[in-house]
């Protein structure tokens, strides 16, 4: 019984360190523009219907608008790294010919042959 008790034990210790291993890492990630947004966010969940409409409460949103854009714009250059890693990737290396200008649909993948309409019959 004790054996049981001692493995549950350290089951549970597991699962605790890969809770604050994974907290840790999430707050590692966050950057300063995320963390600010949290703070306001934080900040006008408790406002009032007066409250939004104050100098303070515009500028807060006004603020909110601010480093929702520029955490836009963070992400638009992460992206546009990551299509660089990828458009120059082994995989568009090997094949330099080939340019894919849509997916083709054979008969097949769009339609059975006995649903098959024509634009025309439309």
Same mark, same amino acid.
């Given at each position: 019984?004790?054996?049981?008790?001692?493995?549950?034990?350290?089951?549970?210790? %597991? @699962?605790? #360190?890969?809770?604050? !291993?994974?907290?840790?890492?999430? *707050?590692?990630?966050? $950057? =300063?523009?995320?963390?600010?947004?949290?703070?306001?966010?934080?900040?006008?969940?408790?406002?009032?219907?007066?409250?939004?409409?104050?100098?303070?409460?515009?500028?807060?949103?006004? %603020? @909110?608008? #601010?480093?929702?854009? !520029?955490?836009?714009?963070?992400? *638009?250059?992460?992206? $546009? =790294?990551?299509?660089?890693?990828?458009?120059?990737?082994?995989?568009?290396?090997?094949?330099?010919?080939?340019?894919?200008?849509?997916?083709?649909?054979?008969?097949?993948?769009?339609? %059975?042959?006995? #649903?098959?309409?024509?634009?025309?019959?439309?």
């Amino acid at each position: 019984m004790e054996k049981k008790l001692n493995s549950i034990k350290l089951i549970i210790e %597991d @699962i605790q #360190n890969e809770v604050i !291993e994974k907290t840790n890492y999430l *707050n590692a990630i966050k $950057s =300063k523009n995320i963390k600010n947004l949290e703070k306001l966010v934080d900040k006008i969940d408790m406002y009032s219907v007066h409250d939004w409409n104050t100098g303070y409460g515009i500028k807060n949103k006004k %603020d @909110i608008l #601010n480093i929702l854009f !520029e955490i836009i714009l963070e992400q *638009n250059k992460r992206i $546009s =790294k990551l299509e660089e890693i990828i458009n120059s990737s082994s995989i568009d290396k090997s094949f330099p010919d080939i340019q894919d200008d849509g997916p083709d649909l054979h008969e097949s993948e769009c339609c %059975d042959n006995n #649903n098959h309409h024509d634009s025309k019959e439309l």
